[in-house]
């Protein structure tokens, strides 16, 4: 039965609770410390996901020969109690002494923090910055599509434009890189996945985007959407190829996989399936995927998003079950929408899973709430696993800025000597207390240059 035959049309009306409702109904259908700690060795999901980190933004520009250098004096990392100089020599942190001539940015003992990684948004579908958008009741994912029409069509902006905005908000808050889901589907076409990636082009010298074509309307059951896909992923438009529930929504889980890792193998992209199916529905769909990955040789490519199967399983089975998707190489995000939905992530990381964490939808038909704030998210995670220690409100930090990084195959910005200078500048006494207050971000850098101030983009 589809998961949203049997829903209330006026059920569900936040994405929390719809979200949970459906994947309810389909389930019974079938820290980086302030000393700087090492990061853990890379899992076989990240080191072969490398198409992010091609596309690092700007090469170093050079005048006679000469590298581009910048000091940012009296920065605290992490909240250290005495402050330091950064050296950045072409875009990376150097132990090195600056060369003569480097530019001098006073930071006035400011902390400083590595930005953060959005690794699940939704930027096509936003109303952000547009006039007070009046949801109508919606109580399943097929009602919930039909007013993402609906709102496509009202909003005047263009909607590259749209996603051009938030995802600069987005940098202008402390987000260095994004994985954007885009809906594809005969009622938009490939218009969603064209201006999200002229969003990426505009935005290019302070954001690293992966777009994923994201079949919202379903795979199987709305004729036209398999060709889109393929053409989105034929032309290298995209980086990912989506899919959703394949069984709670889609009702074809075969045919469902193999039209998303067909393609995917076709065209050398990876996978990125939303799963909100929970219960052994879930579980069916989850392992499905896993054998897909193993059997197309796609160890790193493969991500599964919301995973709702996966919160309240056996701590027997979570261990298997973490062993395999590791052992598969395949990642997992999530959007920390409930304290019953939020994923395991330290469990999890323990056997070598990496798990990323996102905004999803912001200001959209499903919610009127989002933000595009990874320090934000990163607070509601802290917030919905009931965080107390200072480790833990550490530990949530660290899943947006590392986790992301990991999972969308970036180098950590842990503020060392050769990593990429990219960090953000906060007033504060220390990391925990910045997770929890959520200071105004007062510059943001980006490979060594300044991309913006007080919540501003500069030089745009």
Known sequence: MPAESTASPTAGLSRRSMLAGAAAVAGSAAALTASGAE??????????????????????????????????????????????????????????????????????????????VDAHIHPDKTAWGEPWVTRNPAGSIAEYTEEDVKLYHALRTPLKKRAERLMGHAVAQ????????????????????EGVGSARRALRHALDVEIVAFPQHGVIRTPGTKE???????????????????????????????????????????????????????????????????????????????VFCVPGLPERELDRLAADLADAGISLTTVAPSSDLVLPIDRL??????????????RDSWSPFGNADMLHRSHLLAWVRD??????????????????????GLPEADLKPGSPADFLLVRGECLPQVVVDLPRREMVVRGGRIVARDGELVGH
Request: aromatic share 2%.
């Open 387 to 408: 965080a107390r220690l200072d480790e833990e409100l550490e530990a949530a930090f660290r899943a947006g800025a590392d986790g992301g990084a990991r999972l969308l």
């Open 174 to 193: 402390g987000t260095r890189a994004m994985r954007a889901h885009v809906d594809v589907a005969p009622a938009y076409d490939l218009v969603g996945v």
């Open 349 to 362: 990381r323990e056997h070598g899973v990496e798990v990323g964490l996102g905004s999803d939808g912001v």
């Open 39 to 116: 990061a853990a060795p890379l899992s076989p999901g990240t080191a072969a996901a490398p198409s992010a980190a091609d596309r690092i933004t700007e090469q170093p520009d050079r005048t006679g020969g000469h590298a581009r250098a910048t000091v940012f004096k009296n920065v605290r990392p992490y909240g250290a109690k005495h402050p330091v100089d950064l050296t950045v020599i072409d875009g990376v942190v150097s132990g090195d002494p600056a060369p003569r001539g480097a530019k001098v940015v006073d930071c006035k003992g400011r902390i400083a923090l590595p930005t953060l």
């Open 228 to 306: 889109l896909l393929e053409e989105a992923a034929r032309t290298g438009a995209i980086d990912r190829v989506g899919g959703i529930d394949p069984i709670g929504f889609d009702e074809a889980l075969e045919e469902h996989l193999d039209v998303v890792f067909g393609i995917a193998d076709r065209h050398g992209v990876g996978v990125d399936i939303h799963l909100h199916e929970r219960a052994a529905t879930g579980m069916e769909s989850l392992r499905a995927i896993i054998a897909r990955t193993r059997a197309l040789s796609l160890q790193g490519k493969v991500t599964v998003s919301h």
